[in-house]
């Protein structure tokens, strides 16, 4: 399995996303159509696909999960440093996003912050200082 991996999520407004990723900064890829859109996130890089609910309900068979009272998953990327993920954290606010945590410093070696994107999908951000890390 060494092909192009991606992850799949659903969201409410394809317009809407787009707008939001495009305000934090966020790459997109040329696949896009009126139920899909392609993010681009990392040096891989690694594509992030958002389906409208109807199209995700019909590639999982089952019904999209109610992020108002669940967490799916937590998406991490890494930070180039402590001032990205402070620019991070001031975008997402600004497009309507919604911090859950920080931005501070996590065991001594992290640096990060966590948010929720429109649809409620939970993005962890960090710098890590890998020197401090192995110190421990």
Known sequence: MNNEAWLNLPVSDIIKSKKFFSQIGVRFSKMESPTMLGLELGKGPFRVMLFTHPQFEQ??????????????????????????????????????????????????????????????????IAYMDWEKASAQ
């Open 59 to 124: 590639f999982t068979q089952s019904k999209v999960v109610d992020l108002n009272s669940s967490a799916e998953m937590l998406i991490s990327i890494e930070a180039s440093s402590k001032e990205e993920v402070d620019s991070l954290a001031e975008k997402v606010m600004q497009a309507g996003g919604i911090l859950f945590a920080g931005p501070e410093t996590w065991q001594g070696w992290m640096y990060g912050m966590g948010f929720q994107d429109l649809d409620g999908h939970r993005w962890n």
